[in-house]
C-alpha cells in the first residue's frame, strides 16, 4: 500500500524533493522561509511526525539549531509517486503459486522507468513469459486499480487462496485464460467462479545489470 501524507506533510515533501533536486541541502530556517512560515515552531510538530512516520530523516540539533538537516526518505519518495518503488514481493511466471504480499525493498527508479503514485514491483520466477522479456529474476512494475484490457499482462489472482501467476489475460464466455508467452507452458483456464482479478496491469520492466 501507498503511504499516504497529509496536504501539510506533503507539501513540506514537495519542498524538500526540490532542493534535493537542486543538490541543495534542506536546511530548517530554509524550509520555514520556503513555505512562508512565520517560524519554526509551525514547523517542528509536523517534522517530528513525518521523522516519527519514517517520511523524513531530520540530522543535527542541539545547540546549533539552525544547522539541522531534513532529507526525505525512500518512504517519503515514494509516498510523493517518485524517486522509489516498492518491492512488494515475488510472482510466479510459471505455475500458479502464491505471491508474497509484504513489502520487502524500495529500489530507487528515478533513473530507471517513469510510475505513477501507488505502482510498486514484483519480482519475477521463473520463465513462462520470455516471450516477451520477462526473465526470471526481472521486476515488473504494475499499476493497481487500472481495467485490464483483454491480453495485457497482468497479476493476475485465482482461487479462494488468491494464488498469483504473471500472466497475458484473455477472458472468455465461461471463464478466464491465462496465456504465457513461453510455448513450454500450457494455457491455465480459470472458471468464472475461481476468478479474483488482478492486483496489478504490467507496465514496465526493471533488470539489473548483473542478472
Not at 517560524?39 to 539549531?65: A, C, N, W, Y
Not at 483483454?150 to 485465482?158: F, L, M, R, S, W
Request: aromatic letters at 6%; glycine letters at 12%.
Amino acid at each position: 500500500m501507498t503511504p499516504i501524507l497529509t496536504n501539510a506533510q506533503e507539501r513540506i515533501a514537495r519542498l524538500l524533493a526540490g532542493l534535493e533536486r537542486d543538490a541543495r541541502p534542506a536546511f530548517v530556517p530554509d524550509i520555514v522561509s520556503g513555505l512562508g512560515l512565520a517560524g519554526e515552531s509551525s514547523l517542528t510538530p509536523t517534522l517530528k511526525i513525518m521523522e516519527r512516520d519514517g517520511f523524513v530523516e531530520i540530522h543535527g540539533g542541539g545547540r546549533q539549531r539552525a544547522y539541522r538537516v531534513v532529507r526525505l526518505t525512500k518512504k517519503g519518495r515514494q509516498a510523493l509517486g517518485f524517486g522509489g518503488l516498492p518491492v512488494v514481493g515475488k510472482i510466479t511466471a510459471g505455475p500458479l503459486r502464491e505471491a508474497l504480499a509484504d513489502a520487502e525493498d524500495f529500489l530507487e527508479s528515478a533513473t530507471l522507468l517513469p510510475h505513477q503514485a501507488g505502482d510498486f514491483l514484483l519480482r519475477v520466477t521463473g520463465d513462462s513469459m520470455i516471450g516477451d522479456g520477462i526473465c526470471n529474476g526481472d521486476f515488473v512494475l504494475l499499476r493497481p486499480c487500472v481495467e485490464v484490457r483483454p491480453g495485457e499482462i497482468a497479476a493476475a489472482y485465482v482461487g479462494d487462496a488468491f494464488e498469483a501467476t504473471l500472466k497475458h489475460v484473455h477472458f472468455e464466455k465461461d471463464g478466464v485464460v491465462l496465456r504465457a508467452s513461453n510455448p513450454a507452458y500450457a494455457d491455465i483456464a480459470v472458471p468464472l467462479e475461481e476468478w479474483r482479478g488482478v492486483a496489478g496491469v504490467y507496465r514496465g520492466l526493471v533488470r539489473h545489470a548483473e542478472q
